[in-house]
């Protein structure tokens, strides 16, 4: 008896070895995923979509927009020869992290294979993984260089902006419970004065 007690437990160590190692390895297999040079296929926001048509129209004047991710968990967003480095993390199956710009911003692979990332305002980019090279360098005309810069600079400001108004709100919501004590300490008190007389 002893000795099927011991083959048990034997068995049972070999099991949960196996589970860790396979664990460990969806993970790894998840991460491979993400990895890779993403071209831009489309965007969309809570009022409106730039579809595939659109991003030809933009490509085809030298606009281009990449997301480069490394198994090294670095990873840049190259918005029209722009570079905005990040770093990433896997989190599960189709889903991680990109850390860029002071934001936490989802990705996720979708059933079709297209990378997504949304950021905390619901503006999203979608992404089909192509050879690195596929990849075309920006070259802005001229004439478009203000607008772009412009256009990147705005998309910038907002995404600062979203985050100062969420501390602001944040704040806000500070005092007005600041504001409510007050308030309900106040007729606490003319309650007092309103029974003495």
């Not at 090294?72 to 993390?89: A, N, Q």
């Not at 950021?119 to 090279?133: A, C, L």
Request: glycine fraction near 8%; include cysteine; hydrophobic fraction near 40%.
């Amino acid at each position: 008896m002893k000795k099927f007690n011991k083959v048990i437990a034997l068995a049972a160590c070999a099991l949960l070895t196996c589970l860790v190692v396979v664990g460990c390895g969806n993970k790894e297999a998840y991460k491979a995923d993400f990895v890779g040079t993403w071209e831009i296929v489309e965007t969309e926001n809570k009022d409106e979509t730039v579809s595939e048509e659109d991003i030809d129209l933009l490509k085809s004047l030298g606009m281009n927009v990449y997301a480069e991710i490394h198994e090294d968990g670095t990873c840049t967003l190259e918005p029209f020869g722009s570079v905005i480095e990040g770093t990433w993390d896997v989190a599960s199956k189709g889903k991680a992290t990109m850390a860029a710009m002071d934001q936490s911003i989802p990705m996720t692979i979708e059933e079709d294979g297209h990378l997504f990332l949304e950021n905390e305002n619901g503006q999203g980019m979608r992404f089909k993984k192509i050879d690195p090279s596929e990849k075309k360098e920006s070259v802005i005309p001229e004439e478009l260089q203000g607008t772009v810069d412009d256009a990147v600079t705005e998309v910038v400001d907002d995404m600062e902006a979203a985050e100062g108004d969420a501390t602001a709100a944040d704040e806000a919501k500070g005092d007005d419970a600041a504001g409510a004590t007050e308030d309900a300490a106040e007729a606490t008190e003319d309650a007092a004065k309103d029974d003495a007389e």
